[in-house]
């Protein structure tokens, strides 16, 4: 049977389309515009902007029809749900993987879904803590000590008092007796083969400390939409933005090592949890599947980027503070466009000598225009251009 796994490059290919790149390319082109640059825009050609959202439409909705194709291929058929507990039961090593699910006024049927996703794991050797952050809806707690009674692996916890995510995070990595350690939002889904997935590769790697996965989206109406895949681990990324985000798992020790949640940074929590983790460990592995499910349920990012306008100010913070504690010298700007995106503007240590490598062959009115630009516009110094030539045949060039 064809594992998803292996049709990881096809899968690539099959969103390497024209519609979907000139919907990438309008998109790029609006936000490199401003809105001066619109006006202008619209007062050139009225259609124009309007052609390009219906480029852009039609590209979201090329894209969508090609991941339920691809859903549709990678579903798992009741053979391979058996085929994944027969690989579980006879993997090495097992270990506990507690899944910590902070819980505030959630609506019920996210909630239900979440829990539910956990009841539906492939892989049996895990335990959900969830913590109730005192919540005022009434159903939240009910359904929770429900869910405890109905499965011993739920440990529930109620707070009295609202600590927030942060705290409910740490109220919630305390429960957990786990070796690995997972976070779940209330109102998110795993697949059922999530974990079965994390242990493989932990199983294949028993040094990892932390693994993630791709994710999507689910919609209020239950389709997953909106596919993230996201590249292996990418340091410099990393500093741009919070590519993870969901599904990570980490060592537990490492987890405590680092200080669990840092108190203040709500809504980029899970972070500075990361950035601080991985100032310790190089350990880290992506898991190339879309394991798990960003619920747009009303209270969520997914649906409003910002309706939690103090998260994108915590990860400014939160990257800031990772970079002192590096001992780089630099700057956390915002970044162009969109909330929590950055640009770390690093402070230049004395006058390095920096090196252009310009291949050519032939050409050589750009090749001209090239050099020409270098030395009449770059004031840096020192500076060396090193031309390689590639068999050019011009007179003009070659002289």
């Known amino acids: 049977m064809t594992t998803p796994r292996a049709t990881g490059r096809r899968r690539t290919r099959a969103?390497?389309?024209?519609?979907?790149?000139?919907?990438?390319?309008?998109?790029?082109?609006?936000?490199?515009?401003?809105?001066?640059?619109?006006?202008?825009?619209?007062?050139?050609?009225?259609?124009?902007?309007w052609d390009a959202l219906k480029a852009a439409l039609r590209g979201y909705l090329k894209m969508d029809a090609q991941y339920q194709i691809w859903l549709a291929q990678?579903?798992?058929?009741?053979?391979?749900?058996?085929?994944?507990?027969?690989?579980?039961?006879?993997?090495?090593?097992?270990?506990?993987?507690?899944?910590?699910?902070?819980?505030?006024?959630?609506?019920?049927?996210?909630?239900?879904?979440?829990?539910?996703?956990?009841?539906?794991?492939?892989?049996?050797?895990?335990?959900?803590?969830?913590?109730?952050?005192?919540?005022?809806?009434?159903?939240v707690r009910p359904l929770l000590e429900e869910y405890a009674r109905r499965d011993p692996r739920i440990k529930l916890r109620c707070l009295e008092r609202n600590e927030g995510i942060c705290g409910a995070t740490n109220q919630g990595l305390a429960l957990a007796s786990g070796e690995f350690v997972g976070l779940l939002d209330h109102d998110d889904t795993l697949t059922e083969d999530c974990l079965y997935e994390v242990v493989k590769r932990l199983n294949e790697d028993p040094a990892l400390d932390f693994l993630y996965t791709d994710h999507d989206i689910r919609d209020t109406r239950g389709r997953r939409v909106r596919p993230f895949f996201k590249p292996?681990?990418?340091?410099?990324?990393?500093?741009?933005?919070?590519?993870?985000?969901?599904?990570?798992?980490?060592?537990?020790?490492?987890?405590?090592?680092?200080?669990?949640?840092?108190?203040?940074?709500?809504?980029?929590?899970?972070?500075?949890?990361?950035?601080?983790?991985?100032?310790?460990?190089?350990?880290?592995?992506?898991?190339a599947e879309p394991l798990y499910s960003w619920g747009e349920a009303p209270t969520s990012t997914v649906a409003d980027p910002e309706i939690k306008p103090y998260a994108h100010e915590a990860g400014r913070r939160a990257l800031q503070d990772s970079l002192a504690r590096r001992g780089e010298e630099g700057e956390v700007l915002d970044g162009l466009g969109w909330p929590y995106r950055y640009r770390v503007k690093r402070a230049i240590r004395g006058?390095?000598?920096?090196?252009?490598?310009?291949?050519?062959?032939?050409?050589?009115?750009?090749?001209?225009?090239?050099?020409?630009?270098?030395?009449?516009?770059?004031?840096?110094?020192?500076?060396?251009?090193?031309?390689?030539?590639?068999?050019?045949?011009?007179?003009e060039t070659v002289r």
């Open 74 to 139: 990678h579903a798992l058929t009741d053979e391979r749900r058996q085929q994944i507990r027969e690989e579980a039961a006879g993997l090495g090593h097992r270990p506990l993987v507690s899944v910590v699910m902070p819980v505030y006024n959630v609506e019920e049927p996210w909630l239900r879904l979440a829990v539910e996703s956990m009841l539906a794991q492939l892989y049996p050797e895990w335990e959900l803590c969830a913590v109730d952050d005192a919540s005022t809806a009434p159903h």
């Open 232 to 287: 292996d681990w990418s340091p410099d990324l990393f500093d741009s933005m919070n590519y993870v985000t969901h599904f990570a798992v980490f060592r537990r020790s490492l987890v405590d090592e680092v200080g669990r949640m840092r108190p203040g940074l709500g809504g980029s929590q899970d972070y500075d949890l990361m950035l601080r983790i991985v100032e310790r460990t190089k350990r880290i592995a992506h898991i």
């Open 15 to 49: 969103f390497r389309n024209p519609a979907l790149r000139f919907a990438d390319r309008a998109t790029r082109a609006v936000l490199r515009l401003g809105p001066l640059g619109i006006l202008r825009w619209v007062a050139k050609d009225p259609r124009q902007p």
């Open 351 to 395: 006058t390095p000598l920096v090196s252009l490598v310009i291949p050519t062959r032939n050409n050589w009115k750009l090749l001209d225009r090239c050099l020409r630009g270098l030395v009449e516009r770059t004031t840096y110094r020192p500076l060396e251009v090193l031309v390689v030539d590639t068999r050019s045949d011009e007179p």
